[in-house]
Nanobody, 127 residues
Framework: VQLQASGGGLVQAGGSLRLSCVASGITFSNIVVGWFRQAPGKEREFVASIIWSGDTTYYADSVKGRFTASRDNVKNTAYLQMSSLKSEDTAVYYC?????????????????????WGQGTQVTVSS
């Protein structure tokens, strides 16, 4: 199983970025996908999760209303659209796959619920 995250970069505060996470070696359409981030000196934290169909999502309070998770099961790809970015959004962003979670469950917020991880993509927001 491989997850490949991409789309990070340097953006000014108030700007937008879209992260992608391409999965291989797994039945992508059956699984919950999550996004986490880790800022320097901090623990990895939950950002968003999305059920198998993409119909239901769950967000951390810190990003609610600014970030949108989506997915394209034909392309085996999950997305995280980030808007109104703030300096505190600066972090390495990771996507995770949770085959063991019930696929209709949207609130999958703990790291240990995810079996597979992408390599991370750096997002830097300048103020």
């Amino acid at each position: 199983v491989q997850l490949q995250a991409s789309g990070g970069g340097l953006v000014q505060a108030g700007g937008s970025l879209r992260l992608s996470c391409v999965a291989s070696g797994i039945t992508f359409s059956n699984i919950v996908v999550g996004w986490f981030r880790q800022a320097p000196g901090k623990e990895r934290e939950f950002v968003a999760s999305i059920i198998w169909s993409g119909d239901t999502t769950y967000y951390a309070d810190s990003v609610k209303g600014r970030f949108t998770a989506s997915r394209d099961n034909v392309k085996n790809t999950a997305y995280l659209q980030m808007s109104s970015l703030k300096s505190e959004d600066t972090a390495v962003y990771y996507c995770g796959a949770s085959p063991k979670s019930f696929r209709w469950r949207s609130k999958v917020t703990r790291e240990n619920e995810y079996e597979y991880w992408g390599q991370g993509t750096q997002v830097t927001v300048s103020s």
